[in-house]
């Protein structure tokens, strides 16, 4: 295919087949790509280094598929509802419209109005910086239904297997008549061990680490936590990613108050964000605005010291560039 959706002066948009699909939507400004499946999801299924490697986690086995009432993992990025209840995983196997603008490309699912669906519509909208490895990617949930819903938007991202997620903890203080309430929480899930090796739990950082095939009392492992920080990063093979969306202070999130939260298993590793619980009513919508960054060339390293050293100095950078609300 190979047939442009439009022509921006930053940003290249084609058509592609991909993976056994025959329409996807690709999006590069020279320094990075993004492939955004349109005939399910819609589904960031890629996102690298111009002509690099995918640091997304892709299922082979589901390359390809359309329609169908089955709930797909497909792999990439994804837009999702909390709590995690039988309409969180309305399967996403269906077409969606594809509207070019300036400076940003709209993806519109079909509204999810069959059981186990409760009449939303999704939107995710992205947009590159020029010549930077920086994506925006704004997600809209919309209810079309009859009645108001409760619920958060929920941004996840399913990373390439064989690295590693860092969440940063609230700071931390000495003791004093001023640090009497807590600034945070660490939530965990039936099968959450932190007794499991694939923890790191630092004074200043929390790190999962993804590995395969190992003999582990679970092999799936999940954490949620409240950052006023608001990033979330996952390191692998050198390629640093890093994803921030904004943080409402005094707001009520979801899972016992998480606006981060990591899961893995023997394949990937998931980076998540969460937005304030909302009531919508009919008509209404929830905007929830993630940034993209990736760095490449970094090197290894274990523990809060290296975290200090190699990543934080990328994250204030990319962090520093972004304002919300501007």
């Not at 582990?216 to 936590?225: H, S, T, V």
């Not at 993209?292 to 962090?319: I, K, M, N, Q, T």
Request: include cysteine; aromatic fraction near 10%.
């Amino acid at each position: 295919m190979n047939d442009n959706f439009g022509s921006q002066p930053h940003m290249k948009t084609e058509r592609i087949a991909y993976r056994g699909w025959a329409d996807a939507c690709k999006l590069s400004n020279g320094v990075i790509d993004l492939v955004v499946l349109t005939e399910v999801g819609p589904r960031v299924a890629f996102f690298g280094s111009s002509g690099g490697a995918n640091q997304l986690h892709e299922i082979a086995e589901q390359s390809g598929l359309t329609s169908g009432g089955e709930f797909r993992i497909y792999g990439g990025h994804r837009l999702w509802v909390s709590p995690e209840v039988e309409r969180t995983y309305y399967p996403d196997n269906h077409p969606v419209t594809v509207a070019v603008g300036s400076p940003s490309v709209l993806f519109t699912a079909q509204p999810e109005d069959d059981p186990p669906g409760t009449g939303l519509r999704k939107q995710i909208e992205i947009a590159l910086e020029p010549g930077a490895a920086h994506a925006t990617l704004v997600h809209r949930i919309r209810n079309g239904f009859q009645q108001a819903t409760e619920l958060s938007p929920w941004a996840i991202t399913v990373m390439a297997g064989g690295g590693k997620a860092i969440l940063p903890l609230p700071s931390r203080a000495p003791f004093s008549p001023q640090s009497l309430l807590p600034t945070g929480g660490l939530v965990l899930w039936s099968y959450t061990d932190l007794a499991d090796p694939r923890w790191t739990i630092g004074t200043k950082y929390l790190q999962l680490r993804q590995k395969a095939n190992a003999a582990f009392r679970f092999q799936e492992q999940m954490g949620g936590i409240y950052s006023p920080l608001g990033w979330a990063a996952y390191f692998r093979e050198g390629q640093l990613f890093v994803k921030r969306a904004e943080v409402v202070p005094g707001a009520i999130y979801p899972d016992f108050g998480c606006n981060l939260e990591v899961f893995t298993d023997p394949h990937s590793l998931e980076v998540e964000t969460l937005g304030p619980l909302v009531k919508l009513a009919p008509g209404e919508e929830v905007v929830h605005r993630e940034d993209w960054w990736l760095f490449s060339g970094l090197p290894a390293g274990e523990g809060d010291a290296w975290v200090d050293e190699v990543v934080l100095p990328a994250v204030e950078r990319a962090v520093l560039s972004v304002s919300f609300g501007a």
